[in-house]
């Protein structure tokens, strides 16, 4: 009977042991959990993020700084040379042609007046004499008309071109385009002009940095009229 009771005691503690055993790894199974089983975080992140799409910055254009407006007129050139009023009448009026080509002009330069025949034109009568101008080095000719009388003479003189300086030019695009911030024209620094022609082209930058084109026409006293083109 005692051997009975051993092994009634020896079972109970067996099955106590493997009872043990079983929770243990039962614990160790819950702490673990399979790989396959939970999601991953990073496709977990990924697959929630919320898709952008920002509008690619592009390069701004850069303002100018715009020219000054001239607060003054062009200033009329100061002409010297000029003869006696008691001088023979062929220098006085060679004289007053010189001077006028160079106020046309803008600025006061060399300038010589060649009339053929301007000798004889104290003569009473009516005159009409063809005359080469030359400003600068640049020439262009006119006609010269002269009614002389006893004791006085009237002239005029005409042509249908006329000298100027670029700097005149750009001067008067400037005025009349309030924004330009680079004034370009197509012309030497002197430049005989018809004064019936389209006009001088010029570029005018502005300061949003656009190019717009224009024109001047020359008159015949030198004035400078801007226009679009």
């Not at 006696?84 to 006085?92: K, S, T, Y």
């Not at 020439?139 to 005029?156: E, I």
Request: net charge positive; aromatic share 4%.
């Amino acid at each position: 009977m005692k051997l009975s009771r051993d092994r009634v005691r020896f079972g109970l503690a067996v099955f106590g042991l493997s009872a043990l055993a079983v929770f243990l790894l039962s614990a160790c199974s819950d702490d673990q959990p399979s790989a396959g089983t939970s999601p991953s975080a990073s496709s977990s992140s990924s697959s929630s993020a919320p898709s952008s799409s920002a509008p690619i910055p592009t390069a701004s254009t850069p303002a100018l700084t715009p020219l000054p407006t001239p607060s003054k007129p062009w200033p009329t050139p100061k002409v010297t040379g000029e003869p006696a009023g008691d001088a023979p009448l062929a220098e006085r009026i060679s004289f007053a042609i010189s001077k006028q080509a160079q106020i046309a002009a803008g600025k006061a330069a060399t300038t010589t007046v060649k009339c053929p025949g301007i000798d004889k034109v104290e003569t009473a009568g009516q005159h009409e004499l063809t005359c080469t101008v030359t400003y600068a080095g640049k020439s262009y000719t006119g006609t010269l008309t002269v009614d002389a009388k006893q004791y006085s003479a009237s002239y005029k003189f005409t042509s249908p071109s006329v000298a100027i300086v670029r700097a005149k030019v750009v001067d008067a695009v400037q005025r009349s385009v309030t924004d330009a911030a680079k004034v370009t024209c197509t012309m030497d620094d002197v430049a005989v002009v018809k004064t019936g022609d389209a006009g001088i082209a010029c570029d005018v930058t502005t300061t949003a940095n656009a190019v717009q084109p224009y024109k001047a026409q020359v008159s015949g006293n030198g004035q400078v009229l801007v226009a679009k083109a």
